[in-house]
């Protein structure tokens, strides 16, 4: 059983940085795709990052590349989303997912997920 605690989120400036962090309990993150989803007010849930169980790929949604950053610690319990460049538009709540040995980008095809952390970017 995987279980996913977020941490990290808060009340940010545009132009600010934040990181949020995904710890894994009970298995470590070997052999699974963690990704980044969000929901903001009145939308839909987004895909925003995943890096691969493989360990040599990596995705980012259109609207945070090269603004946003997604890793793992080497002992395999953490997986962190730095942000950079914050925008009001990236306010939303972050969800941390993992699937086992599968690379998407949908919400459907991840099965563990974590309670959401708040992100809010003032302009």
């Known amino acids: 059983q995987v279980q996913l605690v977020e941490s990290g989120g808060g009340l940010v400036q545009a132009g600010g940085s934040l990181r949020l962090s995904c710890a894994t309990s009970?298995?470590?993150?070997?052999?699974?795709?963690v990704a980044w989803f969000r929901q903001g007010p009145g939308k839909e849930r987004e895909f925003v990052a995943a890096d691969s169980w493989t360990g040599d790929s990596t995705n980012y949604a259109d609207s945070v590349k090269d603004r946003f950053t997604i890793s793992r610690d080497n002992a395999k319990i953490m997986v962190y989303l730095q942000m950079n460049s914050l925008k009001p538009d990236d306010t939303a709540v972050y969800y941390c997912?993992?699937?086992?040995?599968?690379?998407?980008?949908?919400?459907?095809?991840?099965?563990?997920w974590g309670q959401g952390t708040q992100v809010t970017v003032s302009s």
């Open positions: 009970g298995r470590t993150f070997v052999g699974y795709t």
């Open positions: 997912a993992a699937n086992y040995r599968k690379w998407s980008t949908s919400p459907d095809d991840y099965y563990y």
